[in-house]
């Protein structure tokens, strides 16, 4: 049973950087697509980035483009966000999500089977 740990989040300051990391135990993360969403209070969950199973296929969302950036690192069993530039409504649970599904979009969390438990990013002054 594959089962995910998140890891790197915390508090930091506008304009900070973050690099958050998802862990795989029980299984490797090598045969499946990775999403990572987030949560604030207050709104629905939302996907920002994907990465297929091969590294090939990255999809990141408008609101963190050229800011986040996802990849993965097969030997280390572990897909991680960089988070540059961090803004206060970046401030969120974040969470990555494990699938081997491609019925629905990579932004929709049905898609996914597998979660881990979230780690918090606080951007505040």
């Known amino acids: 049973q594959l089962q995910l740990v998140e890891s790197g989040g915390g508090l930091v300051q506008p304009g900070g950087s973050l690099r958050l990391s998802c862990a795989a135990s029980?299984?490797?993360?090598?045969?499946?697509?990775i999403g990572w969403f987030r949560q604030a209070p207050g709104k629905e969950r939302e996907g920002i980035s994907f990465?297929?199973?091969?590294?090939?296929?990255?999809w990141t969302v408008d609101s963190v483009k050229g800011r986040f950036t996802i990849s993965r690192d097969k030997a280390k069993n572990t897909v991680y966000l960089q988070m540059n530039s961090l803004k206060p409504e970046d401030t969120a649970v974040y969470f990555c999500?494990?699938?081997?599904?491609?019925?629905?979009?990579?932004?929709?969390?049905?898609?996914?089977?597998?979660w881990g438990q979230g780690t918090q990013v606080t951007v505040s002054s």
């Open positions: 029980g299984a490797t993360l090598n045969y499946f697509h």
């Open positions: 990465i297929s199973i091969s590294g090939n296929t990255v």
């Open positions: 999500a494990a699938t081997g599904d491609s019925r629905y979009a990579w932004t929709e969390a049905r898609r996914y089977n597998y």
